[in-house]
């Protein structure tokens, strides 16, 4: 049907991987100028999605070099601000892994509507510990929900999210024995939250915590859950 996405290796080539996007017969492996010229001559909007969509999915397949990679990233950038919302998260879905992915387009998607945005706040390396930041401040707490479902987080932007006393943020901080918190944001959601179940066990069961939390944590917690608090931290 002119929308089959496939990959082939040509012996003559000494096995060398070739991929094909049959959209508009664009050959990634030869991607040029002159195929984000003929893009712009097609005001098809459906074909002009559908190929900024197979675009991003080959980005994410890893199989392309950079010239061609840079040359993907000129169709993504002239056709995404003209589709919609679901298309904008369809592409956010295929890059929110691919460790190379263009800053400025990491950032353009993480600064999107929270069902774009959400895929590559929650787990893109590309975002900087200023993008998240950023997108604390300055979009909802939906989005501050997504940052806090990331593997790992740092002390700055762990604080970030504990500060919007949030109770889903500041909860999977707490379970997140891979995000950094200084003292002070320990303290904060013990103030905040002290009363809440969850987040008091959560922040009991973390590997490393400083003796003033550990002595927080014995006055508020009983059962097994002090028991282990005292185990883990005699």
């Given at each position: 049907?002119?929308?089959?996405l496939?990959?082939y290796s040509d012996?003559?080539?000494?096995?060398?991987a070739r991929?094909?996007?049959?959209?508009?017969?664009?050959?990634?492996a030869y991607?040029?100028?002159a195929?984000?010229?003929r893009?712009?001559?097609?005001r098809?909007?459906?074909?002009?999605?559908a190929?900024m969509?197979?675009v991003g999915?080959?980005l994410?397949s890893?199989?392309?070099?950079l010239?061609?990679?840079?040359?993907?990233y000129?169709?993504?950038d002239r056709?995404?601000?003209e589709?919609?919302?679901?298309i904008?998260a369809?592409?956010?879905r295929?890059l929110?892994?691919?460790?190379?992915?263009d800053?400025?387009l990491?950032?353009?998607?993480?600064?999107?509507?929270l069902?774009?945005?959400?895929?590559?706040?929650?787990?893109?390396?590309?975002?900087?510990d200023e993008?998240?930041?950023?997108?604390?401040?300055?979009h909802?707490?939906?989005h501050?929900r997504?940052?806090?479902k990331?593997?790992?987080?740092?002390?700055?932007?762990?604080s970030?999210?504990?500060?919007t006393?949030?109770e889903?943020?500041v909860l999977r901080?707490?379970?997140?024995?891979?995000?950094?918190i200084d003292?002070?944001?320990?303290h904060?959601m013990?103030?905040r939250?002290?009363?809440?179940?969850?987040?008091?066990?959560?922040?009991?069961?973390r590997?490393?915590?400083?003796?003033?939390?550990?002595?927080?944590l014995?006055?508020v917690?009983g059962?097994?859950?002090?028991?282990r608090?005292?185990?883990r931290?005699?």
């Amino acid at each position: 049907d002119g929308s089959l996405l496939y990959f082939y290796s040509d012996e003559a080539d000494g096995g060398i991987a070739r991929t094909r996007l049959d959209s508009g017969m664009i050959a990634l492996a030869y991607l040029s100028q002159a195929d984000v010229d003929r893009l712009a001559a097609d005001r098809s909007p459906a074909n002009r999605a559908a190929t900024m969509l197979r675009v991003g999915e080959v980005l994410a397949s890893g199989v392309v070099g950079l010239e061609e990679r840079m040359i993907a990233y000129a169709i993504i950038d002239r056709v995404l601000p003209e589709v919609e919302i679901e298309i904008r998260a369809e592409l956010s879905r295929f890059l929110k892994n691919v460790p190379w992915l263009d800053h400025r387009l990491a950032t353009r998607l993480a600064n999107d509507v929270l069902e774009v945005a959400e895929p590559v706040l929650a787990e893109s390396l590309a975002l900087t510990d200023e993008d998240l930041l950023a997108v604390i401040e300055r979009h909802s707490i939906g989005h501050a929900r997504a940052i806090a479902k990331r593997r790992t987080l740092t002390a700055p932007v762990s604080s970030a999210l504990i500060r919007t006393d949030d109770e889903v943020c500041v909860l999977r901080v707490a379970a997140n024995d891979n995000a950094e918190i200084d003292v002070l944001s320990m303290h904060r959601m013990l103030d905040r939250f002290g009363e809440d179940a969850p987040i008091v066990e959560s922040v009991s069961q973390r590997s490393t915590l400083p003796l003033a939390i550990v002595e927080r944590l014995t006055a508020v917690v009983g059962g097994k859950v002090l028991q282990r608090l005292i185990e883990r931290h005699n």
